[in-house]
Nanobody
Framework: QVQLVESGGGLVQPGGSLRLSCAASGFTFASYYISWYRQAPGKEREFVASITSNGGITNYADSVKGRFTISRDNAKNTAYLEMQSLKLEDTAVYYC???????WGQGTQVTVTS
């Protein structure tokens, strides 16, 4: 079955960096578009970034453009979200998603705090 497992979250100070990973299994990873979303406490889940199946095209929410980088390694069946210059408002649970079929991971918590 399709599985997406996020990791790499944690506690970080403002201005710091984290790299999230999304390990995929149960499907041909290289054939699918992958997205990252996040949900802050009391807010709706929102789009963060996406990447096409071959990694050729990426898209970002305005709030993270220039600070976050989405990438993928199809040989490792893994997608990544490199987050730099983190802000307090980046605190959220981060999810990866395979839009085709609406599959979600369980999420990983990112907390930006001074």
């Amino acid at each position: 079955q399709v599985q997406l497992v996020e990791s790499g979250g944690g506690l970080v100070q403002p201005g710091g960096s984290l790299r999230l990973s999304c390990a995929a299994s149960g499907f041909t990873f290289a054939s699918y578009y992958i997205s990252w979303y996040r949900q802050a406490p009391g807010k709706e889940r929102e789009f963060v970034a996406s990447i096409t199946s071959n990694g050729g095209i990426t898209n970002y929410a305005d709030s993270v453009k220039g600070r976050f980088t989405i990438s993928r390694d199809n040989a490792k069946n893994t997608a990544y979200l490199e987050m730099q210059s983190l802000k307090l408002e980046d605190t959220a649970v981060y999810y990866c998603k395979r839009p085709n079929g609406n599959y979600w991971g369980q999420g990983t918590q990112v907390t930006v705090t001074s």
